[in-house]
């Protein structure tokens, strides 16, 4: 437990000390993509935990972490001119590593992994950064895996999306994301989970941006 947390503050450490080109408000911003608006489905927890903040693999005090690989999700949320949107909350919500919901319709009570949060929040900062600790989405029936994310600011419209992993099968076949007909829109929802190096406990690390085509005046 120990090596976990010492491992998640390097990673947020590290990930913090993003490269001067990409923090340049406006620089290259023809080459930004609006990311694509997707509905948050049926699961939104109908009731959130007490424990909301942005580490999901570990609630509360608790010593035992949820199941599943771990996962660093992190990014900034800026407008298409590449300006952060600060002090906005992102939302993330997503399966157990058994393809359970934090909802009571949201799957099998009974695989439930009561050690997983199944859904957290956290406040942009000053350079519109956001993280989070999951674990890699799971696939369930009729769903390719994905992870549900909202950004909410005041002055703004709650806007919804989903993230999918890069690589899998299921993403051909999945019927939300290919509702995105636009190539370069939908290939910006997908992002890879590459190994963060020199973990001793397999992590994942992963960058999901959101663009969004208005934001309110900061």
Not at 30 to 55: A, H, R, S, V, W
Not at 61 to 67: F, K, Q
Not at 70 to 83: C, F
Not at 187 to 213: H, Q, R, T
Request: proline residues 8%; positive net charge; contains cysteine.
């Amino acid at each position: 437990m120990k090596n976990q947390k010492s491992n998640r503050r390097s990673f947020l450490s590290q990930t913090c000390q993003l490269s001067p080109l990409f923090l340049v408000p406006g620089l290259m911003a023809e080459q930004l993509t609006i990311t694509p608006m997707q509905t948050p489905g049926p699961f939104y927890p109908d009731k959130l935990p007490l424990d909301t903040d942005n580490d999901l693999v570990l609630i509360n005090d608790s010593l035992t972490p949820s199941v599943g690989t771990i996962a660093y999700l992190g990014g900034r949320v800026t407008d298409a001119k590449g300006n952060p949107l600060r002090h906005a909350t992102v939302e993330l919500w997503q399966v157990d590593g058994n393809g359970v919901y934090l909802h009571s319709r949201g799957g099998s009570r009974e695989k439930q992994d009561s050690h997983f949060q199944g859904y957290g929040r956290f406040l942009t900062d000053s350079k519109g950064r956001y993280f989070f600790r999951t674990i890699k989405p799971n696939a369930y029936p009729g769903r390719t895996p994905h992870v549900h994310m909202s950004v909410s600011s005041k002055g703004m419209k709650k806007f919804t999306t989903q993230c999918y992993v890069k690589g899998e099968p299921g993403n051909k076949r999945d019927f939300i994301l290919n509702r995105v007909k636009d190539k370069a829109a939908r290939n910006s929802l997908i992002i890879p989970f590459d190994p963060v190096p020199g973990s001793k406990l397999g992590e994942l690390a992963a960058n999901f941006d959101i663009v969004l085509g208005r934001t309110p005046e900061n």
